[in-house]
Structures are given as structure tokens and as C-alpha cells.
């Protein structure tokens, strides 16, 4: 599963992908278990742009119905629609610019315990 990571380093925030590794079964392919503190379902959800902020918390957030709009300070952005991932860690810093959209959206937040490591699943790019 992909997963699109917010972080900070250095006091800015950047972007970088992960994939959490699956394995498939009869149903189709499956991550292994990942802990979660607890859930909220944002429901008419208004259209709406958001300055720079930081995430509340530590959360995966999947749009069911609509999509986010990420970007950094440094330009670089991605849309996040139904069926992808967005785990927002850059809870200090400089923060991110989000658009939800569109009117009427539907997302739910997974929230995130301290001690969970998202570098476990970098992307090894090495040849």
C-alpha cells in the first residue's frame, strides 16, 4: 500500500513516499496489522483551503469521497484522492497547505500512536 508522508526535517516539510509491504491473499493483498489509537469520520465535509498549518496529530488520512491537496513551502505537492493515503507526521515546523474538495467530502483519520516507525516502510532505491 502506498502511503504519501509528511514529515518534518529541518523545520520545513517535506514530502516522501512509503510503501507498506502486503501480502497477497484470498481476498487480495493485505498489510500486516498497523496500531491505531483511534478514528474520526469527517462527514459534509465543506470545500475548503487552508495556510500553512501542522497536522493536529499523527494520522493517515483517507478521503472516501473527494480529495486532499497537499503542498509544502517549497512547492512540491500531491493530490490525494479515494483509494490513497496521506500519513500527516509534520505536527511542528513550518507546516503544509491543505485543500479539501469538494463540497460534501467524506474522510477518515487514522490516528497514530508516538512510538509507530514510518521509515520501516521507505522505498529502498538503491540498484
Known amino acids: 500500500m502506498h ?10 516539510t517535506v ?14 493483498y493485505e498489510t500486516p496489522v498497523i496500531p491505531i489509537t483511534g478514528v474520526i469520520f469527517r462527514t459534509a465535509q465543506p470545500e475548503v483551503s487552508m495556510d500553512f498549518h501542522n497536522a493536529p496529530r499523527r494520522q493517515i488520512v483517507l478521503p472516501l469521497q473527494g480529495e486532499v491537496e497537499i503542498e509544502t513551502g517549497d512547492g512540491d505537492s500531491r493530490i490525494i484522492g479515494a483509494g490513497m493515503a496521506l500519513l500527516a507526521d ?3 515546523g513550518q507546516g503544509h497547505k491543505s485543500k479539501f474538495s469538494p463540497n460534501d467530502a467524506v474522510t477518515l483519520f487514522l490516528l497514530l500512536p508516538d512510538e509507530l516507525d514510518p521509515t520501516q516502510w521507505r522505498v529502498d532505491t538503491e540498484v
Not at 3 to 12: A, D, F, Q
Not at 15 to 28: A, N
Open 3 to 12: 502511503l504519501v508522508w509528511i514529515r518534518t526535517e529541518g523545520g520545513k
Open 90 to 92: 509534520d505536527v511542528d
Open 15 to 28: 514530502i516522501e513516499d512509503l510503501e507498506v509491504p502486503s501480502t497477497r491473499e484470498i481476498r487480495g
